[in-house]
């Protein structure tokens, strides 16, 4: 039995992941338990939890697996350094002494971090370096449904590698083709994310959100389009570009872009963040996601014609953009389409592991047609009756305990139903950026004051942003255009035209709050300006409380539809533990939580109105 435990850390989204032969056992991101969100720190306490659900120790393991080549990437840094001379002289003062300090020496910190988790044996550790793209491939393609497929990795950059495409064959991965730095998508994604005042590495699903408020046919949006692709970016035929380094700083500044370049060029300064955002803010959004999705579509087509292939894997942070995918899905391009719940850099950790244990250990792949081996995502630890009833007499919370789940889900569904808002908190915590039905945040769909109740009294974040329908896997074509499952909320389709509102004929023009709000359909909270959706299906295999509880609504509304938001206000990981969940509970405007069978009514808890003392003040993201 082959034991390998990978490890992500010192970049962003540091995670931690166990396979045994190949089976997924275990997989979490160090932010869920230290509650520092995308915490780049050595995931001590990610491997810790891995370890303790295996119940293996680290001198049983086979192998221990960084995701990426630090020295590569150190080579990167001094040839780009080398490269731009003189420009970048204060970046490169300001890295050098931190790779000279750290980087270089990552065995040894690694194996110092490890005395963190527990004793060990130096001398049994087998420690190896897969490549960053190497490591997102194989998180795609392994434990994929498919035996043979094209592989799409896209991100910023890994050593030198900012894309890469493979073939993927049995147990076998071989790299086709690689677009190196300084030309990066999703570098180039980023420095619009920075330019719309949104966090680097955070913030670009904000931007992703933003694009459907730009207008399609102002003049504005397309000279954006025109500029972007004249100055910024020479897209190739086989989807690889070339990006004018004269407008960024990446490769040797501090900073995303040329602040002064990009305003003489666009005409619009670099928003700062939190300030207004104006319609000009949303046709560039527009325009850049036009952008890339046109890169990723010409990317895929290139996949399609180097392997031959009717199916397709993506990973790496670019596939994280639902809307590029959902759009390539819709193309035909391939029959089926498998994209790494946990896309980037945590999902690194467990592409290292499965990358060695098929490629350096020769192991056997099994692959069952049309099931995927991520087990929904839930990998992440649970948490017993016990753990829920010692936090609740911690807080003096009181509870009531359902000893019939299907009561529980029916009682749920009515609240829902009436408006309320419902903390769900089940089983194992999902590994990825997404809430899957385990650490949710719930809402009504139909409900049309929903979308806005969220994001000003929940979440407490930018109204503008959307939330996610999840639908029973059984009632998905009665809502949505879309012919495929989507099991982790990584596509994007439209709204039936039959639930539709019809739009007034200025609705593009119409200022961006009065569109946000105004009807689109009847399951409005889910509904985004253009009639998309980012849908999560629902299976009662993979999530059976999940499903009980959307098919007791069903049955009480007839909409197999719910609000999905993560469980999380903004700048705070999503919720790993029942303290977790019930600090979240208490510090927003909730109206119930539901922890394993366990029942609180936001009226009946202590009173918390000095919020302030328990409010913990995370970093904007």
């Known amino acids: 039995m082959t034991k390998i435990l990978g490890i992500s850390a010192f970049y962003h989204d540091s995670a931690a992941a166990i396979v045994e032969d190949g089976k997924i056992l275990a997989a979490a991101q160090e932010e869920r338990f230290t509650?520092?969100?995308?915490?780049?720190d050595f995931p001590v306490k990610a491997i810790q939890y891995c370890l303790e659900f295996t119940g293996f120790s680290i001198d049983e393991l086979d192998a221990i697996v960084f995701y990426d080549k630090p020295l590569l990437k150190f080579e990167r840094l001094l040839e780009t350094y080398y490269a731009f001379a003189p420009r970048g002289l204060v970046s490169f003062l300001t890295a050098i002494p931190v790779w000279i300090k750290e980087k270089i020496f990552l065995k040894k910190i690694i194996y110092e971090a490890l005395r963190d988790v527990q004793e060990y044996d130096k001398k049994k550790v087998k420690l190896l370096f897969p490549e960053h793209h190497l490591s997102h491939a194989a998180s795609a393609f392994y434990p994929s449904p498919f035996k043979s497929s094209a592989i799409l990795t896209i991100d910023g950059v890994g050593e030198w590698a900012t894309a890469s495409i493979c073939h993927g064959d049995g147990a076998s991965l071989m790299l086709m083709k690689e677009m190196k730095f300084p030309h990066s998508v999703g570098l180039l994604y980023?420095?619009?994310?920075?330019?719309?005042?949104?966090?680097?590495?955070?913030?670009?699903?904000?931007?992703?959100?933003?694009?459907?408020y730009g207008n399609p046919d102002s003049e504005r949006t397309k000279k954006y389009v025109s500029l972007i692709k004249d100055h910024l970016v020479d897209i190739k035929d086989d989807g690889s570009i070339w990006l004018n380094q004269k407008y960024f700083?990446?490769?040797?500044?501090?900073?995303?872009?040329?602040?002064?370049?990009w305003e003489k060029l666009f005409g619009i300064p670099c928003r700062k963040p939190e300030s207004n955002l104006e319609q000009q803010h949303c046709d560039m959004a527009f325009a850049i996601q036009q952008v890339t999705e046109e890169i990723v579509m010409k990317m895929a087509a290139e996949a399609k014609?180097?392997?031959?292939?009717?199916?397709?894997?993506?990973?790496?942070?670019?596939?994280?953009?639902?809307?590029?995918?959902?759009?390539?899905?819709?193309?035909?391009?391939?029959k089926e389409i498998f994209i790494q719940p946990a896309a980037g850099d945590a999902g690194g950790a467990l592409g290292a592991a499965l990358a060695v244990n098929y490629l350096y250990f020769d192991q056997h792949r099994d692959v069952i047609p049309g099931t995927d081996s991520m087990q929904g995502a839930y990998l992440g630890p649970d948490f017993s009756d016990k753990e829920i009833e010692l936090m609740s007499r911690k807080y003096k919370a009181p509870f009531h305990k359902y000893d019939s789940f299907d009561e529980l889900a029916i009682h749920?569904?009515?609240?829902?139903?009436?408006?309320?808002v419902v903390g769900w908190f089940q089983g194992r915590m999902e590994f990825g950026p997404r809430a899957l039905g385990n650490r949710s945040i719930l809402g009504d769909a139909r409900n049309t004051e929903m979308q806005k109740k969220l994001n000003?009294?929940?979440?407490?974040?930018?109204?503008?942003r959307p939330f996610a329908p999840s639908v029973l896997i059984e009632s998905n074509n009665d809502f949505f255009d879309l012919s495929a499952a989507s099991p982790y909320m990584l596509l994007i389709a439209d709204v039936q035209k039959n639930r539709r509102k019809e739009l007034p004929a200025n609705y593009n023009e119409m200022p961006l709050?009065?569109?946000?709000?105004?009807?689109?359909?009847?399951?409005?909270?889910?509904?985004?300006?253009?009639?998309?959706a980012r849908i999560q299906t629902v299976h009662k295999e993979t999530n059976p409380r999940y499903w009980e509880l959307i098919n007791a609504f069903k049955n009480k509304t007839g909409y197999g539809v719910i609000v999905n938001t993560s469980f999380n206000v903004r700048g705070e990981p999503i919720v790993c533990t029942p303290e977790d969940a019930y600090k979240c509970f208490m510090r927003t405007e909730m109206d119930y939580l539901v922890a394993g069978d366990y029942f609180y009514i936001k009226t009946e808890q202590p009173d918390w109105q000095n919020r302030e003392k328990w409010m913990e003040k995370f970093k904007l993201d």
């Not at 749920?412 to 309320?420: I, P, R, V």
């Open 513 to 532: 709050w009065e569109k946000l709000y105004h009807l689109r359909s009847d399951i409005q909270s889910v509904t985004h300006l253009d009639f998309s």
């Open 412 to 420: 749920t569904a009515d609240l829902l139903a009436e408006g309320n």
């Open 35 to 40: 509650r520092k969100k995308h915490t780049p």
């Open 456 to 464: 000003l009294k929940i979440k407490y974040r930018e109204g503008f």
């Open 190 to 212: 980023s420095a619009f994310t920075y330019y719309i005042g949104f966090s680097v590495n955070s913030g670009e699903y904000k931007l992703m959100g933003l694009a459907p």
């Open 249 to 261: 700083k990446y490769a040797t500044g501090l900073k995303m872009v040329d602040e002064k370049r």
């Open 305 to 334: 014609r180097l392997t031959n292939c009717d199916y397709l894997c993506m990973a790496g942070g670019v596939a994280l953009n639902c809307v590029a995918n959902g759009k390539l899905l819709k193309s035909g391009m391939f």
